[in-house]
Structures are given as C-alpha cells and as structure tokens.
C-alpha cells in the first residue's frame, strides 16, 4: 500500500460531461502530481503541485484543471469530456517535490467516456 | 521537447532466461529513477540512479547509469514469473532544475513463461 488514496476507483460517463477525480496523497508529502496512462501510450505527466502551489505543467488539456487544498489533497476537473479521454489516470505524491524524491501512486481512476 | 525512449516495447522471455531494457534520454539526465508496474496495478518505484557510470543491484535486478547520463538500462537475470509486469525509466523534466516533475518512458512489457 502506497499510501496515496484515489477515488473513484472507477468513473464511467457520457461524452460532454465533467467528472471530479480526487487524491489525498501519503502522510507528510507536500507534491502531488497526476499522470495519465492510455493504452500504450506510457504514462503521460499532467501537472503536479507543491504545498498548495502549482509548480509544472505538462501536456494538460484546456478542458483539464486541477488544484491542491490547504490539507494537501488534490482534485483533478475533467470537462467536455471526449472519448479520446478514457485512460487511467494517477495521482502520485512526493516528499519535497524535487526530480530526487521517488513518487508514490495510488492505485488510479479508470475513466471510461461513451 | 524533452523524450525519454524505452527499448523494447515487448519482451517475452521463457522463465530463467534474462532480460534487459534500455532506457535513452534526449538530454542530460541529473538523476534516473526505475518502475515496475504490475498488471493491473500501479507504477511502483524501484531505485534511482545519480552518478555517471552508477551501477546498483537489488538480488537479480541491475541497474546501470550510462556514462555521459543519458541513457540507463535494467538487467533481470533469471527471469520468474513474479518478474512479469511493465518496466518504466524516468528522468527530470529538465537537467537540473528544481522542478519535480518526471519523464517517463513508455516501458517495457515484460512477459515470462513458466
């Protein structure tokens, strides 16, 4: 067990909608980050945050947002979903959010869009 | 921009046979860090590399770090089944800087048959 906790497990929705994906990450990590995993396609970095604070952004879609609350928990905003959206998507937690601390993943949101 | 390219894609080996995959970074790398993923789960950290030339072991697995950092790579030698999963290299968004975020390769899918 990771100690970083995703939920839902599992998100099934209709094309044009806004789903909320949530993470909290392990006991003392100030960096959370989300990452998207298709089919194949390795796993893309969407954005990460560090205390509160957004720190890099990746190849995030326009249509995605996320945020870090005062507790450390993050939520990542999904809107005008596209069936090209369907992936896993994880969320990963640091120590101090440096490219030296490992990341830990929890064990993902699978999102389908029909 | 930036890639981090993973070779092979696939590998199936026969149980007790090794198995390597090679990791190769458009730029300079201040650190590599290794994954596996196991089917069906999440990326779970396996080491990080620092040092030119840097070589680790973990019981059958060994780690390399290429001598100019820019490319690494992992050797399992006699394969088991618990070794099946998806082996994926990560580097630094950018060679020295205090962003956090990482990289990753698309992996290689590791099959073994008993």
């Known amino acids: 067990d990771s100690g970083v906790t995703q939920t839902p497990k599992h998100l099934i929705t209709a094309t044009g909608q806004r789903v909320t994906l949530r993470c909290s990450p392990r006991?003392?990590?100030?960096?959370v980050y989300w990452y998207q995993q298709s089919l194949d396609q390795g796993l893309q970095f969407l954005i990460q945050?560090?205390?509160?604070?957004?720190?890099a952004k990746g190849n995030i879609l326009e249509r995605f947002s996320a945020q870090q609350f005062p507790d450390l928990h993050s939520e990542l905003n999904l809107s005008s979903l596209e069936l090209g959206d369907s992936a896993l998507y994880f969320c990963?937690?640091?120590?101090?959010?440096?490219?030296?601390?490992?990341?830990?993943f929890g064990n993902g949101t699978r999102l389908t869009v029909t | 921009g930036q890639q981090v390219m993973q070779i092979p894609q696939y590998q199936h080996v026969q149980e007790g046979e090794d198995f390597t995959t090679y990791c190769n970074s458009s730029?300079?790398?201040?650190?590599i860090q290794w994954y596996k993923q196991r089917p069906g789960g999440h990326p779970v950290f396996l080491i990080q590399?620092?040092?030119?030339?840097e070589v680790k072991k973990q019981k059958r697995l060994t780690f390399q770090f290429g001598e100019a950092k820019k490319n690494s790579s992992l050797h399992i030698t006699a394969t088991q089944t618990t070794d099946v999963g998806t082996y994926f290299c990560?580097?630094?968004?950018?060679?020295?800087?205090?962003?956090?975020?990482?990289?990753f390769g698309k992996g290689t899918k590791l099959s073994v048959k008993p």
């Open positions: 590399l620092v040092k030119s030339g």
């Open positions: 006991s003392g990590d100030l960096s």
């Open positions: 990560a580097g630094p968004q950018n060679y020295g800087g205090s962003q956090g975020n990482l990289i």
């Open positions: 945050y560090y205390n509160g604070e957004e720190r």
């Open positions: 990963a937690s640091s120590a101090i959010g440096d490219s030296t601390s490992p990341l830990h």
């Open positions: 730029t300079t790398l201040s650190n």
